[in-house]
């Protein structure tokens, strides 16, 4: 009887302690890798908010970004647009990749991605325009 | 009996474990994912700051 007691409490007491550790957890974000991959998407802002304000480029529902009025673009920044947003793509790519790598879970990354592709709509601006599940809309 | 139920105490503790180590953690994932957001966004508590400042007109 007095085993079947103690026993009940390893298990217990191993289930509050393994549960509280993961509640507590945070995502490492820090890394060098993510740091480097910050800031150069913290660089190209410069260049794209313009075009997000102008409805020209919009926040797609997987995290991404896409060209969704083309001729929204002024005549001068017509010829990069293009390569513009494929490039924030590609580190918007390799950032939910990276986040899920460094915190030793890869299997994470897709639902990295959801979670920014929420909260990327979420801090948009007034104005700016994203995908639902209707197509686009206007912030 | 008694070494059925130490097998059945492991197996449960191990469960646990396995269980609790695939959940995503939703709330520390968003919680960066605003932190970065607001990196690469300029945004100061979740507001932008603007690029160019407005004219202060002189007071008297």
Not at chain 1, 15 to 27: C, E, G, I, Y
Not at chain 2, 39 to 47: H, T
Request: glycine share 6%; with cysteine; aromatic share 8%.
């Amino acid at each position: 009887m007095q085993k079947l007691i103690m026993s009940f409490f390893v298990i217990l007491t191993t289930l509050f302690a393994t549960s509280w550790a993961n509640a507590a957890a945070d995502l490492d974000v820090n890394t060098p890798a993510i740091s480097a991959i910050k800031s150069s998407m913290q660089a190209r802002h410069a260049q794209l908010a313009p075009h997000y304000a102008s409805g020209a480029v919009g926040l797609t529902k997987d995290g991404l970004i896409a060209v969704r009025d083309a001729t929204a673009v002024p005549l001068k920044d017509r010829q990069g647009i293009n390569a513009l947003v494929a490039a924030e793509n590609s580190d918007r790519n390799a950032l939910y990749k990276e986040i899920a790598a460094g915190n030793g879970h890869v299997e994470w990354e897709g639902e990295i991605r959801n979670t920014f592709a929420q909260r990327w709509i979420q801090k948009a601006q007034a104005g700016w325009w994203y995908q639902d599940a209707n197509g686009w809309t206007k912030r | 009996m008694k070494k059925s139920l130490s097998v059945l105490v492991l197996m449960s503790m191990l469960a646990a474990c396995v269980t609790i180590n695939i959940y995503f953690p939703a709330a520390a994932a968003e919680k960066a994912a605003d932190k970065i957001i607001d990196d690469v966004w300029q945004l100061k508590d979740g507001v932008p700051v603007p690029a160019v400042k407005q004219e202060v007109p002189p007071t008297k």
